[in-house]
């Protein structure tokens, strides 16, 4: 980033595009919470949705983004339908505004090389919302595997599983893709993160099972990286609405020396509600949203690269990208 894009102010001004995705709820509250943010308002494609979040947040509603990105503010968190990111990222990088974008960062690689290199020329910050980085019990492993701890790692086990969200997420032209690319990306980003290498070739198997959807709501993906580790991953929607909570994160790191199993949404309350007549997990942990939205304030002040890059969201989105090539095909793709 360049000299001109540092803020040199006591706060960092935000604007969010679109609360079509349901973290823009999370990050909205987190800018509120932070001493050293200022949400100036919201642009929404959908009037009565960005009016009833701007009303909900206590900032002020821009029918056209071209208005909000003519306001005085530093930054966007982009929060729109997948397909949407790269037009909504490369015209706030032209404005001059830093952006944190939701995952997945893009529907195509040339779209996500596109918003990387917008961002570069035009000397602004672009950060992918990969908020699992931050949750404490994920940086402790983090900590763990580098210290040596565990040997050398040889095998990962992971998950992520969910409910069907439904909506824009099941409409292809929107999402780009269903449960494969909306619960891979994590899971990706943060082996990559954890192993400090990157995906030599990926195997899987994608279908539809468990709903009555025209897109993908299961999957499962082998994962060889250039250091020889092999990784597998089961991403699905796959929680019925009556499961207690929305899905999980779990890994299994395995080393010559140990193992770290890791269950990143552990922290939650069991409550036997009679009114919606179901059990619920309460959460009472570590808000890793709020971590993540402080981590790119500091990249904006200080002009340092955030936990996780826009290249690093353009790599998680290859492997996605890659898990569907190879379930055409049904051979190995070799990224």
Excluded at 166 to 175: A, E, N, T, Y
Excluded at 204 to 223: F, P, S, W
Aim: charged fraction near 25%.
């Amino acid at each position: 980033m360049t000299e001109k894009g540092l803020v040199r102010e006591d706060r960092v001004r935000f604007g969010i595009i679109s609360f079509a995705h349901m973290h823009a709820a999370s990050y909205a509250r987190a800018l509120n919470e932070i001493p050293g943010a200022e949400l100036i308002g919201i642009y929404d494609n959908n009037r009565d949705r960005g009016l009833s979040a701007a009303a909900t947040y206590n900032t002020d509603y821009y029918q056209c983004l071209r208005d909000l990105l003519d306001t005085d503010i530093h930054a966007v968190i982009v929060c729109s339908e997948n397909a949407r990111h790269r037009d909504e990222c490369i015209q706030a990088a032209k404005a001059g505004k830093h952006v944190l974008c939701e995952k997945p960062i893009a529907t195509t690689s040339e779209d996500g090389v596109a918003m990387i290199e917008e961002c570069e020329r035009e000397g602004v910050i672009l950060a992918t919302t990969f908020p699992v980085r931050h949750a404490p019990s994920v940086v402790r492993a983090k900590g763990v595997i580098d210290s040596g701890a565990i040997g050398q790692v040889i095998a990962v086990n992971a998950t992520n599983h969910g409910r069907m969200p439904g909506g824009w997420f099941i409409d292809r032209k929107l999402s780009g893709g269903g449960a494969v690319l909306d619960h891979t990306v994590h899971v990706a980003d943060l082996l990559r993160w954890f192993l400090k290498d990157e995906v030599k070739t990926v195997y899987a198997e994608v279908d539809t099972r468990m709903h009555d959807i025209d897109i993908d709501d299961c999957g499962m993906l082998l994962m060889e990286f250039h250091s020889g580790v092999f990784a597998t991953l089961d991403p699905s929607w796959s929680r019925p609405k009556s499961y207690p909570t929305w899905g999980d994160v779990t890994t299994e790191i395995v080393g010559t020396d140990g193992v770290i199993s890791l269950d990143v949404f552990a922290q939650v309350l069991v409550e036997a509600n009679d009114s919606d007549g179901k059990v619920l997990y309460r959460n009472w942990g570590d808000n890793m949203d709020l971590f993540l939205v402080r981590d790119f304030i500091q990249a904006v002040n200080q002009g340092q690269k955030p936990a996780a890059s826009g290249f690093d969201g353009l790599k998680a989105l290859e492997i996605a990208l890659a898990a569907y090539e190879s379930a055409g095909i049904g051979k190995p793709v070799e990224l």
